[in-house]
């Protein structure tokens, strides 16, 4: 990253920190933006892994955090690894916060834990084509027919509007109009590709290890969710106090 861009991330950083801090207090707050600044670093090793050397990440202030990759992925394949190396690196944040947890027997941090597969969950399982869960399973219905893989961006803009419908607020909104954006440009991309005959597709193996590591990451953090011992009523408790 340039020096512009590593001021950005810190500024972006502590401004989620302060946001974030009001809701869970400041220790519990500081630990989620850290845990959803590993997600999103984990997509940055990993996209340096598979040859991407123009690259740049940041949070946005309190929506997340976004790694971007400046030049396409090699492969469908590559593509799948960057995606599964988020919810990877989540596991591991959200591993360190159950024992944290355990070990000072704070709610908050027990609070914080589920936030955090919550969201690693959610951006696994939504089945949007921009998402994490997504973006393994884009690349497979390519590998498959372009035609499922382009297929699966309809899809997504239809559940992602399903998906806003049915949690309404101005905060999903925004969120939404974010994604529809990102689905078009990225739609634009792989239609490209496909006009060019640029499409890498992936190879069973490949395919086959991406399917495996998902379930297992997903397995991971709903086990986490279980021995965490914190309900989405307890969540939503939480939140509503607040």
């Given at each position: ?66 790694a971007i ?50 969201v ?123």
């Amino acid at each position: 990253m340039t020096p512009k861009q590593k001021n950005l991330l810190v500024l972006s950083v502590v401004l989620s920190i302060v946001i974030w801090g009001f809701f869970y207090g400041f220790i519990a707050g500081t630990a989620f933006t850290l845990s959803l600044l590993f997600h999103e670093y984990g997509h940055y090793y990993w996209m340096g892994r598979e040859g991407i050397k123009n690259k740049t990440m940041m949070m946005i202030p309190p929506f997340g955090a976004i790694a971007i990759p400046k030049e396409p992925w090699s492969s469908l394949g590559a593509e799948a690894r960057i995606a599964l190396a988020g919810p990877g690196f989540g596991l591991v944040s959200a591993v360190a916060l159950l024992l944290t947890g355990v070990v000072f027997g704070s709610y908050k941090i027990k609070i914080t834990t589920f936030t955090v597969c919550l969201v690693n969950l959610f951006n696994f399982w939504a089945p949007i084509a921009i998402l994490d869960g997504g973006r393994v399973i884009k690349p497979l219905l390519l590998s498959l027919n372009t035609k499922l893989g382009i297929g699966f961006y309809y899809f997504s803009f239809v559940a992602s509007f399903l998906l806003v419908w049915n949690f309404m607020s101005l905060f999903t909104l925004i969120i939404w109009f974010l994604i529809i954006q990102i689905l078009e440009s990225d739609l634009y991309a792989t239609r490209c590709l496909i006009a060019n005959n640029k499409i890498v597709r992936m190879s069973g193996r490949e395919a086959a290890s991406s399917i495996l590591l998902f379930l297992a990451i997903s397995a991971g953090l709903y086990a986490i969710v279980i021995v965490n011992g914190v309900s989405y009523g307890d969540f939503m408790e939480f939140m509503t106090d607040k």
